[in-house]
């Protein structure tokens, strides 16, 4: 199986920082994208950012110029750098992992979850 491991959230004012982490364990060949979503209370889960095993990356409207993602192939981590944070980036943030189990088919495996929350 494979397991991700998130780190990194907690309470915040808004205009500041955190830095959250996950890392990929297990029975892992290769990735080919990993990334973070968010799910606020009665809301749908939404795509944060996502990186490639190439490098390129996508992120959503609302982050842009103020999140990156970034990723660590020979650790199997993804890192996501939050910065000028407001009060609706508040959410639980899960990690992503896509994964080839075949030639033609991959699997999405998910992080636990780890709570960010932007109020003063």
């Known amino acids: 199986q494979v397991y991700l491991v998130e780190s990194g959230g907690g309470l915040v004012q808004p205009g500041g920082s955190l830095r959250l982490s996950c890392a990929a364990s297990g029975s892992i060949s290769s990735i080919n994208v990993m990334g973070w979503y968010r799910q606020a209370p009665g809301k749908q889960r939404e795509l944060v950012a996502r990186?490639?095993?190439?490098?390129?990356?996508n992120y959503a409207d609302s982050v842009k110029g103020r999140f990156t993602i970034s990723r660590d192939n020979a650790k199997n981590t993804v890192y996501l750098q939050m910065n000028s944070l407001k009060p609706e980036d508040t959410a639980v943030y899960y990690c992503?992992?896509?994964?080839?189990?075949?030639?033609?088919?991959?699997?999405?495996?998910w992080g636990q979850g780890t709570q960010v929350t932007v109020s003063s």
């Open positions: 992503n992992a896509r994964i080839p189990t075949t030639l033609t088919m991959r699997t999405d495996y």
């Open positions: 990186i490639f095993n190439g490098g390129s990356t």
